[in-house]
């Protein structure tokens, strides 16, 4: 098994990681979960009637593997059985890599459900949104079929198309769109300054090195940018990745103190996880922008910095995935993903189907500013008098982005109210 799959990850959206412990704890010992000898002559005769009687021909291994997929889909969303390909595809994620449409998908009451497109993928550049649901694939219906053969439906080489029909809530009639499949490499960190004063740092997804490439860029926007005001983290359309990375830029921003804790059945699904001394993020005022796309990882950075008072939340309610995943070996081309606990934030909360909550609740949209570039003006008129201090207004260097440049209403906000805390600050000094 791939050295990846051995590390702390979270996350149980369609193929992406998860979170491992070590397969040597033993189960608890409990009278009331052994199989009985009739459980089992049970098994073996449904066994012996779909061999001999069922339509189709199977073979013995064919029916074992459907076994193993119906006992962990009748358990969660987040639990499933995984082939070599599979095993593939997670280790791929934990880098970044992908083939496909580029979509986090979960089964919502029997549908095949969008959680978040992913940065730079095809589905992102195509519109698709979260809490869409996908009917139809290439034109046949899904309904009624498992995860795992709606997931096959939408398998695909890069470069072949699929046609995906959707059921939007925000809109009356049904839509199509046409996506080509295609290798993805999502780049997990970018920063930029916004509105002259303002550092944006967006983490696409928590990957291997997620935290080391947030630590520089974090770290060149500090050491470039001396007069910035505050920080804009966004964790939106995030669908979470490795534990290890969502801990360590928590950390960041934290001296000291519980950043998350996992509790389960077995001993060693009981884990803490503590902020370190030293803060990189040199308490700059911190705004946190998540949505339903916002998973996992995302989910545990948020919570950690909004129980510490470290982090204004801003945005809308997060998707809710608070289970913990192990990967369990089978043999060298099969494993499992079994569900075995729940994280809580520092404050002992459990997100699970319920989200981190916003400080501040902000819905999706985008700002329409109504710039007047015609303005009348004193110094417009002909024959004006100048001004007699000879000041000619503030210059301004450096500008990059004002705040009316901003479409997003979400990150607008944001940038706003690190702008506007900072001027009330200067008033109370």
Do not use: C
């Amino acid at each position: 098994m791939n050295k990846y799959i051995r590390q702390f990850l979270i996350i149980g959206l369609a193929f992406n990681p998860l979170f491992g412990f070590s397969q040597e704890s033993n189960p608890p010992n409990s009278d009331e979960g052994q199989m009985s000898l009739e459980d089992l002559r049970v098994f073996v005769r449904v066994f012996e009637q779909l061999r001999q009687a069922y339509v189709e021909e199977l073979s013995d291994s064919e029916l074992f593997e459907m076994a193993i997929w119906g006992m962990l889909t009748e358990l969660d969303p987040h639990s499933e059985f995984l082939d070599l390909e599979a095993i593939h595809e997670l280790e791929d994620s934990t880098e970044g890599r992908f083939q496909g449409i580029g979509v986090e998908l979960t089964m919502e009451d029997d549908f095949l459900t969008i959680v978040t497109p992913i940065d730079g993928s095809p589905a992102e550049r195509a519109g698709i949104e979260p809490g869409d649901i996908i009917l139809q694939i290439n034109g046949e219906s899904i309904e009624g079929l498992s995860f795992r053969q709606s997931l096959r439906k939408l398998d695909g080489q890069s470069g072949e198309p699929v046609l995906l029909t959707l059921d939007r809530l925000s809109e009356r009639n049904l839509l199509e769109i046409e996506l080509v499949r295609e290798r993805i490499a999502v780049e997990s960190v970018k920063s930029r300054v916004v509105a002259e004063d303002i550092g944006y740092l967006r983490v696409a997804q928590f990957q291997q090195d997620t935290g080391a490439e947030f630590e520089d860029e974090l770290r060149e926007l500090i050491q470039n940018n001396p007069l910035l005001v505050g920080l804009v983290i966004d964790l939106r359309n995030n669908p979470g990745g490795l534990l290890h990375s969502s801990v360590e830029i928590a950390d960041m921003f934290l001296e000291s103190g519980l950043i998350v804790s996992t509790k389960g059945r077995l001993e060693s699904s009981n884990q803490e996880f503590y902020a370190t001394p030293g803060v990189l993020g040199n308490q700059l005022p911190l705004v946190i922008l998540i949505n339903r796309g916002s998973a996992s990882a995302a989910e545990i950075v948020a919570g950690a910095l909004q129980d510490h008072d470290r982090a204004i939340i801003l945005g809308d309610t997060s998707f809710g995935k608070g289970s913990v995943q192990e990967i369990l070996n089978v043999d060298e081309n099969r494993a499992i993903k079994l569900t075995i606990a729940l994280y809580y934030t520092p404050s002992g909360r459990s997100i699970q189907a319920q989200g981190i909550y916003p400080d501040i609740r902000v819905d999706r949209g985008s700002v329409d500013w109504n710039r007047d570039e015609s303005a009348l003006t004193e110094a417009s008129l002909s024959g004006h008098l100048d001004n007699a201090s000879g000041d000619e207004g503030p210059e301004l260097i450096g500008l990059r982005e004002a705040l009316s440049d901003i479409e997003d209403v979400q990150l607008a906000h944001a940038v706003s109210l690190l702008q506007g805390s900072q001027l009330l600050n200067r008033q109370t000094r």
